[in-house]
Each structure stands twice: as C-alpha cells, then as structure tokens.
C-alpha cells in the first residue's frame, strides 16, 4: 500500500514536474504556441509571431504578428500588436470570446481571405498540411487603426487609410450570418509611386463574412467626400490585363459591391492640360452590382448623369481672363465609358466664346499641344487615346466680344449645334467639324441702333486650316433686313471673322434700289478701336434723302459713294469719304420755301422779288451730275457737294465747328478737292 | 428862213412815215439757257454738343494742360494734314511730316511744323505714361501704337511699315 502510494506520489511529482516545465516552456515559447493556435485557427496561413505573454487570467498579449499563405508564402497581414481575451470553456469550442487590436497597423495582402477559407474552398493544401474547424470570434474590436494594401495586383495598387471596426459574433463560418461594418477614413490609393488618384474622407464598407471570403461579394460601400482624380494612373488601373501569358489565369474572380454610394466626391480629369484639369464636378451617385476587377468594362455599364454649372475655362496669360464660359454641361456616361475617354453624350448649355486674343492664345496653345501629342503612339496604349463625345449637343450658346481691357461686347446671337463622334482634343481646340449654327431671328443691338431679321440663320465655325496658317473663327449670317439708325437694307449677309489680332467683317445687301456693303476691323486694344468701310452703288438719293433731312432738302437720282470711318468703342474719331452722282438729278431746298413764305413784308418790292428769284434760284436746281467729299472729326469737319447741270454750276461748302473758337486752320480752307 | 420851214418839213415827212411802219424787234434771248454759277460756304455751329472733349474745346490747344483735351482740339487739322498728305503715321507711334508739305506756303509750313511738335509731345507724354501703366518698356508702347495707328489709316494716308527684310519704309495705305 506504502509503496503504491509512494509510485503515485512520484507519478503526480512527476506530472507536476513535467506540467511545471510544460507551463515553464510554455510561457518561455509562448509565441510559439500561439504561432501553432494561429495555424489552427487558420488552416491557410503561416504565422509567426515575434513576441506574445499573458495577462492573468485569460488575455493574450502579441506584438509583431505576421500571417503568411500557407500554399504561396505571400505575406497576408502584418500587425504590429494586439491581444485576445478567451475562457478555457471557449477554447475548447474554438471559440476566442474577444480580440482587441490596439492602434494597429495592419499591412494587408489581397489574399488575406484564403487564411480564412474552410479547406474545401481554398487552394489545394500542400502535402501534409494540417488543417481543422475554424476558431470563431466573439468580438473582434479595434478603436484605431491604419491599414495598408500595398504592392496590389499587377498594377501595383497601394492603399492607405485609418479604420475602426466592432464585428460581433466575427465567424468565417458556422455562425449565423451578420452584417458587419468596417468604417475607414482618410483613404488614399495610389498607384507605384505616382500620386494619389483617389483619397476619400469616409469610407464605411457593410459586408458580410461569408460572402466575403466565398463570393468576393461587399454589400455596400458608401464613399462620402474626397477626390478621384481620372488620369494616367485609373486608365492604367483598369487597362485591359495583356495576353502574353498563354498559361492558365491566376487572377482571383472580380470582387462585387452589391450597392455603391457616392456622395460629394469631387471628380477632376487630369489630362496634363491645364483648362481640363480645372474640371472638377461632385459626384453624387449610386450604383449597383458593380464588379471590381482588373478591366475596365467590368467597371459596370450603367448610365450615369452628372451636371457641372459654371465652369470657366481661363486665358493661360491671364487667370483673370475667361475664354469660354459654360453654363450648364450634362455628361451622360458609363464608368468604364469614362476610364476609356469615352462620353456617351455632352450637352453644353448656355456656353459663352469670349472672343478676344487670350481666346486664341488658348487655342494656339492647344494646337501646340496636339502637335506634340499627334507624334506616334501605340494604338494599344489607352493613355495615348484622346476623349471622345458620342453625341455633341450645344445649345442657346453667346458670343462675347472682349478687347485688350477688361471692356465686353455682347453679341445677341445665340448658337447650337449637333455633332456625332467629337473628340473632345478637337472640342478643346474649338475645332469642331459642325459648325455652331446661329438660328433664324430678329436680334437687336440697342446701343448700336442696329437691329437685323435673319430667316435662314447662319453659321459660327472655327476655322483652323493649318495649310493656311490661320487660326479664326468665322461667322455667317444671311440677312432678310438690317437696319442701322433710320437705314434699311434687305437681302443682307454678315460675315465675320474673328482672329487674334481682331474681328475682321464684310456684310452687304440691297439698300434703296442699290446695292451697299462694307467691312470692318474691331483690333484687340483697351480703348477698342476699329475701323470700317462703306460703298454704296446706284443708291436712290430721294429716298436716301428722305430719310437724312426730310423737311430740308431733297435729291433725285442715283448716288455712289465711298465711306471710311475710325472710331473707338460707340465714338466715331473721324469719318472720311467720296460721292459721285453720275447721271441726272434735281436738287429741291424745300427748307428755302418756308423763308420765301415769310419774307419780311416791310421790304420793298425790288428787294422782295430780287430775294424771291434769287431764293428760287438757289432753291431748285436741276444737274447732270455731281460730285463731292467730306471728311468729320468727332463733330466738326467739311463737307463739299458740286453739281453741274444746264443752269451752271452749284458748290456747296458745308463746314461743321463744334465751337466758335478762330483756332484751327482747316476751317479757313476749304473742302479738299 | 425857206431852208428852215423846208428841213421841218422833210423832218416831219420822215416822222410821218417812219410812224407809219412796224416797230422793229429786238431779240434778247441767248440760243444757251443762262447759266449762273453759285458758290456758297455754310458754317454750323453746334453749341448743344457736350461731348468729352467739348469741355475743353473752347481752350486753345496750346494753353489747355490736359493733352488728351489740346489733342482733340488739334484733331481737325492733323486730319486736314492727312487729307492733304502732308503728314505720316511713323513707326514710333509720332507723326512724321512728309515731303509734300515743302511745297507748302511758308506759313502753311510752320504751322504744320508746330502742330505735329506739339501733337508728337502730346503723343509721347501719353505714350510714357501708357508704359508707367502697364508695366511695359517706352520702346514697346510705342511700337503698338504705331501699329494701331497705321491699322486705323484711311486709304492713301502715308504709313511707315516694315519690310521683309526688318527695314522701315513709307507707303500710301491701301484700302
């Protein structure tokens, strides 16, 4: 009895002993062993953890926890430190009733899921692998923590955010399905070492467990705030994967967001051409089932809608001049339309060209930058492609006329067009191949005294030949009726051509029985200055007269005339030209008729008839033909009429004196011959 | 005292019978319509104007201290100048008395001669400041505004342009 006593007392010493060096190795190779419960818990992964103790009674404490694949030894996840609180009852179970990581940061792989996958559905195991049931979590908490994806996939994809997260009832499988949600903030992608394409102020991502790991499958992700810059590095993102490789594809099936909302991210389009750089617009949209693979048309093909008001393309000399103004632009697209460069349709509503140098200094610029562009590309190199526009539509579009100052004309002629398969390279070069059409109406310009009345409309086209070496834009319109001041033509046409150095036109018609026209230059200067010219052939004086001076005198006849005019702004500084009456007339001083009627009666009667024949000499004249000049400068100047006819000759010197000062020697002379 | 009586007598028989025949005619119609030349100067004062420039018009070019108001009040004759082709646009944004005006009266020619030292002053002092303005050097100003003024040249106005060679001539502007 003694001695089996002593046997079991030696036995238990022994167990003692040997459970005293097993608790003693254990705690002194603790990392171990949790290494080992890692490889457990998770049949795909190696781990190793560098340090790990316990806090009495039931938390673990690690540092440096690295997870490993099992069948490609890619790293899967790096964590600086954490701890995990379980009972003996769990454990038994698998059950680790809560995990804590403090402040981690996690370096996480894209196949971090296999380290959780069931052995059926993972890779095939290696040889000898150990594998069982899968441990579940009961709360897996972390308050703070930085995340980062790096080296993603074969474009390099590196990610980099801050989150939180408070999954219950955390279990790849067995348990219950429940939502979890995974809240990040201040996320930034980027691709290699370029800059960040996309950061984002809040992130919450709802998934559940098994979907995730089984079917790739998040059930919503919600972006609020941030920026998606659509550049080199997206298009190289979602380029198509080359087909060297003739081998199997080892590219994961595309993970799926079941709902993907977007709110207030600011989208910019960088093109490394500034004016379009500048176009920024939010994105407010929610999308569904959207897969996000490797290729850009599993992007998703639904349509999306988004509005940019306001958007002021600027002078690249000066931020503070506008050359175009768009109002209103409607983009209609899909996400893998716009990684491609591609706008299903552009409505641009209420544009406004403001024509003036900086206009084409713009244009010039963009013209150099196509010339460098247009060098060979390959064909196969997305990035080298320009944007396109499958539908162009343009509509109640303004032009405005600024000179060298800060001074703006505006044109009342509104525009559209339409266009198929634009690509915006030329749109940004304003060489659209459909012309802006200017509608039929009648348009006003109340401070020039001008109004017209189109019934054909006309055509605003920008013209950059590059044979001819001219950079303009032109505008025709066909005029049924012009009026200037109290003059009226018909079967009128303008056309205007607009250049760096200025607006260049030539307009013409019918005008009283004859045919008039002229041009002008508007010249890109503060004071805005221009010049203009004016012939008129076989005009009907009588009913030119008419209208100049109707209770004065009157002409009959036809008259040809040259005018040349300088002015600034709305002043005319000088106006010079010539008249010639070719065939007969008659001039009537209908203005003399009222002195004849009240010639004073106290006159005597050889003082009153001498009065009256010479009046009525004077008064009525009838003439062969005729000539004259004149010249204005502001408001004083000289005009010169001399008609010849079968009673002699009648020369008329007209001299117009904005004062009565003696100064000034032009007006002791006369008329220039 | 027969010689008398018989000289009334014949006298009297001549009255007698001269009364007895028809009164002459005398044609005083030309065979061309009379033809009366008439020349006649209207000069028209405009009082009502109240233009910019009015406000200085009543001034003497030469006395008034603001140069925009001695320019415009000199802008009449520059013109006549320039109808007459005595003057050019030169190069430096100045006017340029041309080889015409040698032809001129001696007192036509002086005048000329001051007006366009005077308007070249003008010119220059607005010239300067247009450079103070914007920043830019004299030479610059000037070159663009000597542009500007040959752009805004009549036809026949004498403009002094560059050639292909980098040189300076004059021309007569075309239309």
Redesign the interface.
Known sequence: MRRWLRVVLIFLGVIVVVLGAAIFLAARHLSTLAEWALERAMPGVTASVQSASVTLPSQLNFQNLVLKSRTSGETLLTLNGGSANFDFSGLRHRQIREIRLVEPVISLSPRFGEAFLPPSSRAPEAPGATVGRPWSVGQLVCDYGILRVLQFGANDLALQAKFACDFQNFSPTGAPEAEHELVLWDLSASKGASPNFLTLDLVRATFKFASLLEKQTISKISLEGGTLIVGQSLRELFAPAPTTSPGPSKASPPWMVQTLDIAQVNVRIDDERPEITDITFALNTTLQKIPLSQTASALGAEDQIVEITNLDILSPHDPLTKVLTLEHIYFHFTLAGIIKRQIADLTLKGPTIHVGPDLFWYMENIQKRLGISSAPTDASDPTGRGWTIERLFVAEGKVVIGSGGRRKYGIPLEFYTKAQDVALDNLAALKLEAALEIPPEHYVFDSYQVEFTSEKGGTLKFSYPPEKGEKNLVGDITLTKIRWRQYQASDAFVSVTFSKEGINGLFGGSLYRGKAGGGF?F?F?AAS?W?G?LYGNAIDLRRLTDIVSPQNFRMTGPITFTL?M?AQGKTF??I?GKIKIPQPGKLTITKLDAFLDDLPPRWTMLKRDSTRIALE??RDFEYDSGTGNF?F?????IFRLQLQG????????????????P?????K??A?P | MEKTLRQSLTFFATLALLSGCAAPTVNLATSD???????????????G?K?D??AG??A??STTTDPKIRR??R??????FK??RLIGEGKDGLLVIQEAATEETPD?RD?VRIAVVEENADRMAQMKADAEKDKVSLPEVQSRTAE?WR??S??NEWIEVPTAKGEWKWIQKE?
């Open positions: 230059s010249f200067d200055p010049i010219w040349q300088d500084e000088r010079l000499t004077l010249w400068v502001r408001s004083q100047g079968p009673q002699g000759l009648r020369s008329f010197d007209v001299v117009l004196h904005s004062d009565d000062s100064q000034g020697q032009w007006k002379r006369s220039n | 319509p009379i033809k009366v030349d008439i020349a006649m100067r209207l000069d028209v004062y405009q009082y104007q233009t420039q009015a018009a009543a003497p070019a415009d009040n802008m009449a004759d520059i013109q006549d109808n007459n036509r005048y500007l752009n805004r009549f036809k239309g």
